[in-house]
């Protein structure tokens, strides 16, 4: 794989894992698109970093991702590579009733359901 002169998004890239991967991937002469749902996080980067791209999303959303879909679509047609890194992990335990369906759900539907839909539906590398 060639590891320059891509043009990258990555979701969840706000902190952690998403965030190095963006600015190692930048360090590379890429272009790094972070995609993110907090936006005051966004525009910290954007103010620190600012040769790095980013775009407010939440990959839970379908209707995020049709947008992001046609925004990226727009503004990046040479996008090759997508990292499909936004995830969230909460201490949930299962074997107590008193747990939330809710947040059961809402890891789901970010951690498998949106990972999916990015891949599927909204890059098409």
């Given at each position: 794989?060639?590891?320059s002169?891509?043009?990258?998004?990555?979701?969840g890239?706000?902190?952690?894992?998403g965030?190095?991967?963006?600015?190692q991937?930048?360090?590379l002469?890429?272009?790094?698109?972070?995609?993110?749902?907090?936006?005051a996080?966004?525009?910290?980067i954007?103010?620190?970093?600012p040769?790095?791209?980013?775009?407010?999303?939440d990959?839970?959303?379908?209707?995020?991702?049709?947008?992001i879909?046609e925004?990226?679509?727009?503004?990046?047609?040479?996008?090759?590579?997508l990292?499909?890194?936004?995830?969230?992990?909460?201490?949930?335990?299962?074997q107590?009733?008193?747990?939330?369906l809710?947040?059961?759900?809402r890891?789901?539907?970010?951690?498998?359901?949106?990972?999916?839909?990015?891949?599927?539906?909204?890059?098409?590398?």
């Amino acid at each position: 794989m060639k590891i320059s002169s891509n043009t990258i998004l990555i979701t969840g890239g706000t902190s952690g894992i998403g965030f190095e991967f963006a600015t190692q991937l930048l360090a590379l002469g890429n272009t790094a698109i972070i995609a993110g749902g907090d936006q005051a996080k966004l525009d910290r980067i954007k103010k620190e970093h600012p040769l790095l791209h980013t775009i407010q999303s939440d990959v839970s959303d379908p209707k995020a991702i049709a947008s992001i879909y046609e925004r990226v679509s727009r503004e990046y047609p040479a996008l090759n590579i997508l990292i499909n890194n936004a995830g969230v992990m909460r201490k949930i335990n299962l074997q107590d009733k008193g747990s939330d369906l809710e947040d059961i759900s809402r890891e789901i539907e970010t951690n498998l359901v949106g990972s999916v839909r990015m891949g599927s539906s909204s890059c098409h590398c």
